[in-house]
């Protein structure tokens, strides 16, 4: 599982456990953006996932038992209002990263005013 199948199309998961339906995007080398419940509470979590014992022969052949990915300890989760603010505050936050990316030099009020602006 790399992560990058296809990024347009969420992976459906239901939990066995509680019946819990979680959707999963990935968005990167085996990190995936997934939308469930926890606690009862919506929640939105990106998080890193791993292979469990990777380093174990496969006995059962390459595709008939495929190898558990779990969550990792790397991501966070976020209740719908602070993803809310995420969305708010995302056309700044586009406008700081391409500063950065682009390694421009600003005065930093002029940084400010450019990334309040909207």
């Known amino acids: 599982m790399d992560g990058m199948s ?4 969420p992976k459906l998961q239901i939990d066995d456990g509680n019946g819990v339906l979680k959707i999963r995007f990935p968005i990167g080398q085996n990190v995936f953006v997934t ?3 926890f606690n009862g509470k919506a929640v939105l979590s990106v998080r890193q996932f791993y292979q469990a014992h990777p380093e174990q022969e496969d006995v059962w052949g390459a595709y008939s038992v495929p190898r ?3 969550p990792g300890k790397k991501g966070i ?3 719908p ?3 809310q603010t995420i969305e708010t505050v995302a056309g700044k936050v586009e406008v700081a990263l391409q500063v950065v990316i682009e390694d421009k030099s600003f005065l930093k009020s002029d940084l400010q005013t450019k990334i309040s602006s909207d």
Do not use: E, P
Not at 6 to 9: A, L
């Open 77 to 79: 989760d976020l209740n």
């Open 68 to 70: 558990r990915v779990l």
């Open 81 to 83: 209002q602070q993803w």
């Open 35 to 37: 939308v469930g419940r």
């Open 6 to 9: 296809d990024g347009s199309k």
